[in-house]
């Protein structure tokens, strides 16, 4: 069994920073990707970044692009998102997730946690 435990959330003003991160525990030996998403209140849910467990390429959404940063630490099982010059339209639950060799879509998911950017 994995699981995974976001952790970094809160409440800033905009053009602030915040780091969140991701604990995966568990067998990961076949995690390939892994992920951060975000919901805001009334939208879909949508993908922000993804990075290549092995090799550590990233992908980003257009929407934030050269504000944020996605990272890992194999080591630590760890997966980080750097967030910097925070806008209001930025606040949202944010949620990390794995995908695996034998599965197609991402099936673990951590609590998310709440990211909340004032104007």
């Known amino acids: 069994q994995v699981q995974l435990v976001e952790s970094g959330g809160g409440l800033v003003q905009a053009g602030d920073s915040l780091r969140l991160s991701c604990a995966a525990s568990?067998?990961?030996?076949?995690?390939?990707?892994m992920a951060w998403f975000r919901q805001a209140p009334g939208k879909e849910r949508e993908s922000v970044a993804r990075?290549?467990?092995?090799?550590?390429?990233?992908y980003y959404a257009d929407s934030v692009k050269g504000r944020f940063t996605i990272s890992r630490d194999n080591s630590k099982k760890m997966m980080y998102l750097q967030m910097n010059s925070l806008k209001p339209e930025d606040t949202a639950v944010y949620y990390c997730?794995?995908?695996?060799?034998?599965?197609?879509?991402?099936?673990?998911w951590g609590q998310g946690t709440q990211v909340t950017v004032s104007s």
């Open positions: 997730a794995a995908r695996f060799a034998t599965v197609a879509n991402y099936g673990y």
């Open positions: 568990g067998r990961i030996i076949s995690m390939t990707t």
């Open positions: 990075i290549n467990w092995s090799a550590g390429n990233p």
